[in-house]
T-cell receptor, first 109, second 115 residues
Framework: KQEVTQIPAALSVPEGENLVLNCSFTDSAIYNLQWFRQDPGKGLTSLLLIQSSQREQTSGRLNASLDKSSGRSTLYIAASQPGDSATYLCALNTDKLIFGTGTRLQVFP | GAVVSQHPSRVICKSGTSVKIECRSLDFQATTMFWYRQFPKQSLMLMATSNEGSKATYEQGVEKDKFLINHASLTLSTLTVTSAHPEDSSFYIC???????????FGPGTRLTVL
C-alpha cells in the first residue's frame, strides 16, 4: 500500500527565507506527482505537476523535484512571503491521487 | 485555464434532509471527476470516482446509497447526501481530471453543516 509522508508537519519562518518541504513515498509506480496549496476553508490550488519521466518543474519562486528511485520529492520556495502561508500537500497520481500528510507553513513579516 | 466550480459553497440543513452539491469544469471537459471529504486538520479522503455516463466507483467504507453520484455530462458531476446526519457535516471537495498529463484540478469546496 502506497504511503505518503510529508515533513515537517509544521513550519514557521520569517519572511525572506528559502524553504524546503519534503515528501516521501513507498512505491515508485506513479504516473506523476502534484504539489498543491490549501488555504484555510478553501479548496486546493495546483502548484506544480511533475510527470513520471521528469525530474523537476519550476514556476516562479517554486521549484519541485522528483526522485523516484529514492521515493522523494521536494518543494523549494525561494524568498518566502507572508502570502505563502498555507498548507502544502503533495499527492501521488497512481490513477487516483494519494495525498501526503501535509505541511502547515506560516511565514511571518 | 482549468477552472472547477462547486455550488453551493456553504449549506446548512436539518437532519434527515438531502443535499445536492454540484461540481462543474468550466473551461475543459472532464471524463473523470472525483469527490473527497475533509475533516478539520486532516488531509483529503477520496470518497468516489465518477466517470461520465457510467456508475461511480466508491472507496471502501463509503455508502453508495447514502452518497449518490451522478456524472451526466462531461462538465458536471453531482453528489447528493441523502438523509443527512450531523456526522455527515464536513468539507466536500470535488476535482476534475484533465486529459493529457493526468492532472487534477480542484473545486473550492462545499461546507456542509447538518443540524
Amino acid at each position: 500500500k502506497q504511503e505518503v509522508t510529508q515533513i515537517p508537519a509544521a513550519l514557521s519562518v520569517p519572511e525572506g527565507e528559502n524553504l524546503v518541504l519534503n515528501c516521501s513515498f513507498t512505491d515508485s509506480a506513479i504516473y506523476n506527482l502534484q504539489w498543491f496549496r490549501q488555504d484555510p476553508g478553501k479548496g486546493l490550488t495546483s502548484l506544480l505537476l511533475i510527470q513520471s519521466s521528469q525530474r523537476e518543474q519550476t514556476s516562479g519562486r517554486l521549484n519541485a523535484s522528483l526522485d523516484k528511485s529514492s521515493g522523494r520529492s521536494t518543494l523549494y520556495i525561494a524568498a518566502s512571503q507572508p502570502g505563502d502561508s498555507a498548507t502544502y500537500l503533495c499527492a501521488l497520481n497512481t490513477d487516483k491521487l494519494i495525498f501526503g500528510t501535509g505541511t502547515r507553513l506560516q511565514v511571518f513579516p | 485555464g482549468a477552472v472547477v466550480s462547486q455550488h453551493p459553497s456553504r449549506v446548512i440543513c436539518k437532519s434527515g434532509t438531502s443535499v445536492k452539491i454540484e461540481c462543474r469544469s468550466l473551461d475543459f471537459q472532464a471524463t473523470t471527476m472525483f469527490w473527497y471529504r475533509q475533516f478539520p486538520k486532516q488531509s483529503l479522503m477520496l470518497m468516489a470516482t465518477s466517470n461520465e455516463g457510467s456508475k461511480a466507483t466508491y472507496e471502501q467504507g463509503v455508502e453508495k446509497d447514502k452518497f449518490l453520484i451522478n456524472h451526466a455530462s462531461l462538465t458536471l458531476s453531482t453528489l447528493t447526501v441523502t438523509s443527512a446526519h450531523p456526522e455527515d457535516s464536513s468539507f466536500y471537495i470535488c476535482s476534475a481530471r484533465k486529459l493529457g498529463p493526468n492532472e487534477q484540478f480542484f473545486g473550492p469546496g462545499t461546507r456542509l453543516t447538518v443540524l
